[in-house]
């Protein structure tokens, strides 16, 4: 049987993908690339916005009749399968819970059931040189516009695979020819809550595997990220392989929004923390959240949120406009007109492209060591990330090869320069 896999949303979703994709070609089944080839089409999801929801009813659409077998997973199969059916009645939902027995449960639904935890996607290279490691799922949090607390587990429940077998599996990935390694998660930050261990202790376990390869951490919440920052800092210091790259979701830099949001800091913690990693490693890149539009934001709570990022020169900004999400409680609230919400997502976004712009420009005229990570953007010229996690783009390079390039200009997205060595 061939098969094909769509993936909408985050890095744990792309994770879940490959494993599905492993489980299945274990099974004896063939990957191809076209949905129109295919036998069996799996569809995973995202329910994080209305605009995730709308690309997975319109590619069910586009894909579904009687000749193939539609299968749906991801996080809309438990926050809105209503939604799923619709668009395509004969669709079968394996909910999240069932990635790792994905090729046993074709012909039935699954609900209920915890995830095992024992399998991890392997390293195949089929793609590129880039490894993904799920670690963990679940969330300390309990925020009130947060859709993925209901299909993956969140209110303090967290489940985080072994760290020896996570160890293991990037060893045979870094053996096979992965030269960067991405651990993702729900809450990365909260990795090992629920085993007495943390974060820090896998990347020391990691960095004690041979070879040169990068390491990059996935999202890390304020709250969590504050028990062990110290040592993260301590740990990033002693060993080049881990990239300088914080993702920190601050989602508003107004204190009487996050209380609205249930975010349980204040937007202090946040810049504390922010400060404290320049200080070690001023030409790191941070990038945040933020949602704007939330209900219960005012223009003087959005000029809070606006001002924090120019105060802290946050390197990249993911600009939200809110979105309910259905058995959430920011959707019960009283919603932001949707005009309001786009002229303030247009100004974050303008506003948050000019920080990038000037924080790229103070890497003009240096020489960094990075890695040939994939083709440039639109297929010209080759992508290098630097140890911030930077991407240059450059005209000739190999792919997978260790460089130095020298930086010539910059972007707001990216900096432009020439392999040197």
């Not at 077998?69 to 004969?90: F, H, N, Q, T």
């Not at 670690?135 to 020896?164: H, P």
């Not at 993702?184 to 960095?207: C, F, H, M, N, P």
Request: aromatic share 8%; proline share 4%.
């Amino acid at each position: 049987m061939k098969f094909y896999v769509e993936t909408l949303g985050c890095w744990l979703n792309k994770a879940d993908s490959e494993l599905i994709a492993q489980r299945l070609a274990a099974a004896g089944h063939e990957r191809v690339r076209d949905p129109g080839e295919a036998d069996l089409v799996v569809l995973n999801t995202c329910a994080v916005r209305q605009e995730a929801e709308e690309s997975a009813v319109r590619f069910l659409k586009r894909v579904g009749n009687s000749e193939k077998r539609i299968v749906a997973s991801g996080c809309l199969v438990k926050v809105k399968p209503s939604r799923l059916r619709e668009a395509y009645p004969d669709v079968v939902l394996i909910d999240l819970n069932g990635i790792e027995e994905f090729d046993a449960l074709l012909n039935s639904s699954i609900t209920g059931r915890e995830r095992p935890m024992k399998i991890l996607p392997e390293f195949t290279g089929a793609r590129n040189h880039i490894h993904v490691v799920p670690i963990q799922v679940g969330c300390m949090g309990n925020c009130a516009f947060c859709a993925t607390k209901l299909a993956r587990g969140g209110m303090g429940w967290v489940k985080s695979y072994d760290l020896e077998a996570v160890v293991s599996n990037v060893r045979r990935a870094v053996q096979r020819g992965a030269r960067e390694i991405y651990l993702t998660g729900q809450e990365t930050s909260a990795y090992g809550r629920d085993k007495g261990y943390d974060l820090v202790d896998l990347l020391e376990s990691i960095l004690r595997i041979d070879g040169r390869f990068f390491i990059r951490m996935g999202m890390m919440e304020p709250l969590e990220l504050d028990r062990f920052l110290d040592r993260l800092i301590d740990v990033v210091k002693s060993d080049w392989r881990i990239y300088r790259f914080f993702h920190i979701p601050v989602q508003s830099g107004s204190d009487r929004v996050l209380k609205i949001m249930r975010r349980k800091y204040e937007a202090s913690l946040f810049r504390e923390e922010v400060m404290k990693i320049r200080r070690a490693f001023p030409d790191s890149t941070i990038a945040t959240d933020i949602i704007v539009g939330h209900p219960g934001e005012g223009e003087e709570d959005f000029m809070e949120s606006l001002q924090l990022i120019k105060e802290l020169e946050i390197d990249k900004v993911h600009v939200a406009r809110f979105s309910p999400r259905p058995g959430t409680e920011a959707a019960a609230m009283k919603q932001i007109p949707d005009a309001v919400k786009k002229a303030r997502s247009k100004l974050m976004s303008e506003e948050a492209l000019k920080v990038s712009l000037a924080r790229n420009k103070k890497f003009i005229g240096g020489t960094f060591n990075g890695i040939v990570s994939q083709p440039g953007y639109r297929g010209r010229g080759f992508m290098v990330r630097i140890g911030n996690y930077r991407p240059v783009i450059v005209e000739k390079a190999s792919l997978s090869t260790f460089v130095t390039v020298s930086v010539d200009d910059a972007t707001p997205i990216h900096l432009m320069g020439r392999v040197v060595d």
